[in-house]
């Protein structure tokens, strides 16, 4: 009877060894299976002092110290991975948080950097009384506003800077301002198609 209640148990906590050690597939993994070994050692424990069974008592109890390291192995496993995650989640905080003050510097404290829209505004302007749709004028001279433009570039900047920044050193002026000119020329670029295009399309002095 021993001899089967001990090859019950040890199967069952080389199961649960398995189970932790590796990937199982979900058909094949038993949920709880370590507190299930844990109540039936006690269980068997329990029998074992009644009867006074000291190589039964020996039996549950080993199995017993087994399942609890197993679980606490996991435990602290899980513990630090979630140490990590913390001083990740932390490091990148940081890295956000300076990437956006060096931003801020040099977009607003002490500004570097400007945009000139002057070009589009001057062509919004000079097809302005001919537009059918009040609210596509207004979306237009918003599209073509300076600090709008800088606001948006701002953000591109940003997020170019965490893209290539992330987990290294605090940007420097250098890196900022070569980030600035790329997302500049993109604003031309796009500017010099979108304003053509809505001006044809709603200025065109035939509608």
Known sequence: MRDSIKAILQAWVSQLEVQKATETD???YEVFLDYKV???AAFLKQVAFQQDDLELLAIASKVEMQVERLIKTEEDAEEEADQERHERHLQEYEADRQIRAVCIHYFYTEPAFSVDMSKYTSMVEAASENFSDPYKLASLRRYVDEKEVLNKIFEKVK???RRANWGGPTPTFDEV??????ELQE???LADAHVDRVIARHASGDV
Do not use: E, K, N, P
């Open 26 to 28: 979900y058909d094949d």
């Open 38 to 40: 844990l109540g039936a």
């Open 159 to 161: 997020s170019h800077l």
């Open 177 to 182: 301002a070569q980030a600035f000119a790329a």
């Open 187 to 189: 604003i031309y670029r």
